[in-house]
């Protein structure tokens, strides 16, 4: 009895521990970023703000295109079930390629903008060691 009544106890203490370590942590502010890229940005951290929103709306438009495009293919009858399925997977495929695309050109402006932000702090540097010596 003794037992059963130790394994109820740490049992109950340890879900309620599971529950408190389960809680979800605070939502980190998007920026500024941990790095400090985009401190100082101003204009260019506002336009990053909104193609970030931009993405996020076409990122559900797109998962509900693809919802109904799998609903109807859940529900077409056998002798339309391969069309269905290749309606799918074309429109992924659409997606996807759309997608690559669209953080490239991301991924090319912000290569362009640490590389901005690095720039000052090169030229600084020759100037750094010149007071030292």
């Known amino acids: ?6 394994v ?12 408190v370590f389960a809680q979800e942590a605070p939502a980190m502010p998007m ?7 985009m401190q100082g940005m101003g204009a260019k951290k506002a336009a990053m703000m909104e193609w970030h929103q931009k993405m ?9 295109e693809l919802d109904k495009l799998v609903a109807d293919m859940n529900a077409a009858p056998a ?3 391969a069309d269905a399925v290749a309606a799918v997977i074309n429109k992924m495929m659409e997606q996807r390629k ?8 991301h991924m090319k402006k912000m290569m362009e903008t640490m590389k901005e932000k690095a720039e000052p702090e090169k030229k600084a540097e020759p100037e750094k060691a010149k007071v030292k010596k």
Do not use: D, Y
């Open 1 to 6: 009895m003794k037992k059963l009544l130790l």
């Open 79 to 81: 002798e339309k079930k």
């Open 98 to 105: 759309a997608w690559h695309a669209e953080m490239e050109t």
């Open 31 to 37: 920026c500024p970023c941990p790095c400090g890229m």
């Open 56 to 64: 996020m709306e076409k990122m559900k438009a797109s998962q509900a």
């Open 8 to 19: 109820s106890i740490v049992t109950a203490g340890l879900l309620s521990a599971g529950t």
